[in-house]
């Protein structure tokens, strides 16, 4: 991974810091995408000239462009995007759904990935290398009573990394899916106090799959939907 260029989107994140880490670790230059200045610094304190740190609104097309040209301006190409920014709604049945809680998955879930995989393909077409790793879920394997927005919108994830798989495998491009059960967070401690966290999966876990998939190790693998589930 030495000296390759990894763009992270959700940088800040749960997962977004455990990929960091884990890239980090090999060496990469890692662009880091959150959606505010503020929450990049708190996460990322330290100055590092292998950071590049890049607040954007990545529902917004436009800021979405932005950040990838200004990672392949101050890096020169990016070779893996981890398209990891996402969000969870739950809670109302289809027929009482509020449209905004519908579009607001849609935006996060889906729009965050099209916008940024849109801005980040067509130099990695020009390069004819380039990996791409999205993150789908255990649970839009399947739609679930009030959880449709963000089954339907995960399963989108889904159909669109299969998709961009068939377009670009013969660019070079890998693009594969994770699709992790319930992740070990603070947050889904915090909502789920009765649940085990051993039975979820590690933030550190998921991150060495991702790596994987955009290691040459997983230059055959196209398309995949990889479950990660954790340990027990
Ligand atoms: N947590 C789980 O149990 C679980 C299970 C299955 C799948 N997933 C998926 O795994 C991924 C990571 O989950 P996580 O738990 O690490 O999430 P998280 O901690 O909530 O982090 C979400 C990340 O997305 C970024 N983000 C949100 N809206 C954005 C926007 N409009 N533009 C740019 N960035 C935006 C946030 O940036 P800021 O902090 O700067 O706002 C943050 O970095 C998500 O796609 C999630 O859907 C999670």
């Given at each position: 991974m030495a000296e390759r260029v990894v763009l992270i989107t959700g940088a800040t994140g749960n997962l977004g810091r455990a990929v960091a880490a884990a890239f980090e670790a090999e060496g990469a230059r890692l662009a880091l995408v959150g959606s505010r200045s503020e929450s990049l610094d708190e996460a990322f304190p330290k100055r590092d000239p292998r950071h590049l740190k890049l607040a954007a609104d990545l529902v917004d097309a436009g800021a979405a462009a932005g950040a990838v040209a200004e990672a392949e301006r101050q890096f020169?190409?990016?070779?893996?995007?981890?398209?990891l920014a996402g969000g969870f709604h739950m809670g109302e049945p289809v027929h009482d759904m509020p449209p905004d809680a519908w579009k607001r998955m849609m935006e996060l879930n889906v729009a965050t990935v099209m916008n940024v995989a849109k801005a980040a393909v067509p130099g990695m077409i020009a390069r004819k290398s380039g990996r791409i790793v999205t993150v789908g879920s255990m649970a839009a394997l399947k739609g679930g009573a009030e959880m449709s927005a963000y089954a339907s919108s995960k399963s989108t994830v889904m159909r669109l990394t299969e998709s961009m798989a068939a377009e670009l495998r013969g660019h070079g491009i890998n693009v594969n899916c994770v699709l992790p059960s319930t992740i070990d967070t603070p947050e889904n401690r915090a909502a789920m106090?009765?649940?085990?966290?051993?039975?979820w999966v590690r933030p550190a876990d998921l991150a060495a799959v991702i790596a994987f998939l955009c290691s040459?190790?997983?230059?055959?693998?196209?398309?995949a939907l990889v479950p990660v589930v954790g340990l027990v």
């Open positions: 020169g190409r990016i070779d893996a995007l981890c398209a106090p009765k649940a085990d966290p051993e039975k040459d190790g997983a230059r055959a693998m196209h398309g």
